[in-house]
C-alpha cells in the first residue's frame, strides 16, 4: 500500500513510515531498518519541485528486492557478475543501498573478496560506514538472503522500479512544461517525447564524464575491433570496396547521399537498407516522402529475385520470373525492414516514429528519401527555405547521437554539375543549404556518365564519390548499374 509523504515537498525522498520516531507525529510507529536515516533528497536535484503537483506517495521501491540483491552479492561472486549486467548504482532507492553496491563492485574490480568482513573495511577506509548503518547491517544483509542463486531475479525486481521512478519524475517534468505552456508547442511535445524515451534507456541527466573514464571505453573498442581480425564493425552497405573505405556505417553518423534528379539516389539507398535488413537481418526503416510503399517493395523485389522491373509493372513476366520471385519471396517478407510513405512527414513526427521502432525493434539504421521534401513541423515559421533545410539536417544529425544509429538522408543536388564540361557533382552543389555538408559526417556524390552521353564508354557504370569522410579517407568507388533490376552491385558481380 502507498504509505504517504509528511508535511514536505513531494521530492523529499523519505517517507513518513521511515521518519525518525520524533518526527511521525500521529501517523504510526513503525521500526526502523539499520542506516535508512541517511535518506538523500536526488528527487529535488532531477526536477520534483519548482510548481509541480503534490502527490503524496511513496515512489515506486522494493527494499526487500534490494537487500536481497546486496546480500547475494555478498555471498557471492557469481552473484556479483550477474547482477551487474541488470543494474547500476543509480537503480537502489536508498542511498545507503548505492554505498554498500559501489564498495562491493569496486572490491570485485580489484579482484579481492567482497563479503560483510571486507566491504566493512572498504566502507570503514572511505568513511561511509556510518552512512550505511554500521557494519551490522551488512550482516544483515547477508541473513536476509537464503541463496545467491536469485540475485539476478531479485536485480531485475530492483530495476524495474528504479524504470517507475524514473517514469514518475518524466511525468512530473512534463506536466511542469505543460502548465508553464513556454515555448513552441512541437518542441514541448518532442521534449515531453525525449523524456519518455529517456526514461527507457536509462539515461541520466549528467552525461559528462571525465576524459579518464572515457579512456577506458574508448581502448575497449579499440580492442574489440582488434579482435575480429578485420571483420566490419558498421552497418554493411552492401558494396565490398565502399565497405572496406568506411567499415561500414556507424553509430551516430549522418550521411548524405546527394545526386541530381533520375541518377539513382533512391536506388542507392534502397541497396543499403537491402543490405541491411535482408542480408543482414538488422531493423532498419525507410521513410519515403517520393514513392509509394508498393513502389518500394517492387523495387526490393526486382533487386533480390532480379526481375525486370518494367515486366512488373507490365505484367510480361514470364515463368522463370516467377519461379525467381517466390524463391526469393520468403527471404525479403521476414527481412526486419519498415517502410513508412506518409505525406508531409515532420521532423517531429520523423523522430517520434524513429524513438518507438529504437525502443521495440531495436532500429539500427534510418534512409529518408529525400531531404528537401521534408517539413520542419514548427509552429514557428523558418525565415527562408534555406533556413528550414538547415534545421532539419542538424535536427537528423542530434537524431543519429541520440539513438545511437546511422541516419541516411538524401538530397538534391542544384544546377552545378550540368554547368561542368565532365558533369561530375561537388560538395558545394548541395542544394538549398552548406549546413547539410558541416552536419554530415559522410557525403556521397553519386554520378553516372550515362545519364548525360548514352553513347558512354562507360555506359553502366556509376561512380559513388565520397567527397567527405569525417572518419577516414575520401575515395571513388565504380560499381555498375543494373536499372532494369533497380540496383547498384558491385563491379565484380556482373
Not at 20 to 34: A, E, M, V
Not at 41 to 51: L, P
Not at 58 to 83: C, R
Not at 130 to 146: D, E, F
Request: charged share 30%.
Amino acid at each position: 500500500m502507498d504509505e504517504p509523504w509528511a508535511d514536505v515537498g513531494p521530492s523529499d525522498r523519505l517517507p513518513v513510515s521511515r521518519q525518525r520516531r520524533g518526527d511521525r507525529g500521529d501517523r504510526g510507529d513503525r521500526g526502523d531498518r539499520g542506516g535508512r536515516d541517511d535518506q538523500h533528497d536526488r528527487g529535488r536535484d532531477n526536477g520534483w519541485d519548482g510548481g509541480a503537483p503534490s502527490f503524496e506517495r511513496v515512489p515506486p521501491q522494493d527494499l526487500d528486492a534490494e537487500q536481497s540483491v546486496l546480500g547475494g552479492m555478498l555471498l557471492s561472486k557469481d552473484a556479483i557478475a550477474e547482477v551487474v549486467e541488470v543494474i547500476k548504482g543509480h537503480d537502489f532507492y536508498r542511498p545507503a543501498h548505492e554505498t554498500v553496491f559501489t564498495a562491493i563492485l569496486d572490491l570485485y574490480a580489484k579482484g579481492e573478496p567482497a563479503d560483510p568482513i571486507t566491504v566493512a573495511a572498504e566502507l570503514v577506509r572511505r568513511g561511509e560506514i556510518t552512512k550505511v548503518g554500521g557494519a551490522p547491517y551488512l550482516h544483515t544483509l547477508v541473513q536476509s538472503v537464503p541463496t545467491a542463486a536469485n540475485a539476478s531475479y531479485y536485480a531485475e525486481i530492483v530495476h524495474e522500479r528504479a524504470v517507475l521512478r524514473r517514469l514518475v519524475e518524466a511525468g512530473t517534468k512534463i506536466t511542469q512544461m505543460g502548465y508553464a505552456a513556454d515555448g513552441d508547442v512541437d518542441e514541448i511535445v518532442n521534449s515531453a517525447q525525449a523524456e519518455i524515451y529517456a526514461v527507457t534507456e536509462q539515461r541520466t541527466s549528467e552525461d559528462y564524464l571525465p576524459l579518464g573514464d572515457i579512456m577506458e571505453g574508448a581502448l575497449d573498442e579499440i580492442e574489440a575491433i582488434g579482435s575480429r581480425s578485420g571483420e566490419m564493425t558498421g552497418v554493411p552497405t552492401g558494396f565490398t570496396d565502399l565497405d572496406a573505405l568506411t567499415n561500414g556505417l556507424h553509430p551516430g553518423q549522418m550521411i548524405v547521399i546527394a545526386a541530381r534528379p533520375a541518377m539513382g539516389k533512391s536506388t542507392l539507398a534502397l541497396d543499403f537498407a537491402r543490405a541491411c535488413s535482408i542480408k543482414g537481418n538488422l531493423p532498419s526503416v525507410i521513410f519515403s516522402l517520393e514513392m509509394g510503399r508498393n513502389e518500394i517493395a517492387m523495387r526490393l523485389l526486382s533487386a533480390e529475385a532480379r526481375v525486370a522491373l518494367h515486366h512488373m509493372r507490365s505484367g510480361t513476366m514470364t515463368d522463370e520470373d516467377w519461379t525467381r520471385l517466390a524463391r526469393r519471396m520468403p527471404d525479403v517478407s521476414a527481412a526486419p525492414l519498415y517502410i513508412d510513405d506518409s505525406p508531409n512527414l515532420s521532423m517531429m513526427e520523423i523522430r517520434a516514429k524513429c524513438r518507438r521502432l529504437k525502443q521495440r525493434n531495436d532500429l539500427k539504421l534510418v534512409v529518408i528519401d529525400y531531404l528537401q521534401l521534408m517539413q520542419s513541423g514548427g509552429a514557428k515559421r523558418a525565415e527562408s527555405r534555406q533556413q528550414e533545410v538547415s534545421d532539419m539536417s542538424r535536427n537528423l544529425k542530434l537524431l543519429a547521437k541520440e539513438l545511437e544509429l546511422p541516419v541516411i538522408a538524401l538530397s538534391q543536388l542544384n544546377r552545378g554539375p550540368e554547368q561542368r564540361t565532365d558533369k561530375k557533382p561537388m560538395v558545394s552543389d548541395l542544394r538549398e543549404s552548406g549546413s547539410i555538408e558541416q552536419d554530415a559526417d559522410m557525403v556521397i556524390l553519386l554520378h553516372r556518365e550515362d545519364a548525360y552521353e548514352k553513347e558512354s564508354p562507360r555506359a553502366g557504370e556509376a561512380d559513388l564519390i565520397v567527397a567527405k569522410h569525417r572518419n577516414g579517407p575520401t575515395a571513388t568507388i565504380t560499381v555498375a548499374f543494373q536499372g532494369h533490376y533497380s540496383r547498384f552491385v558491385d563491379m565484380a558481380q556482373t
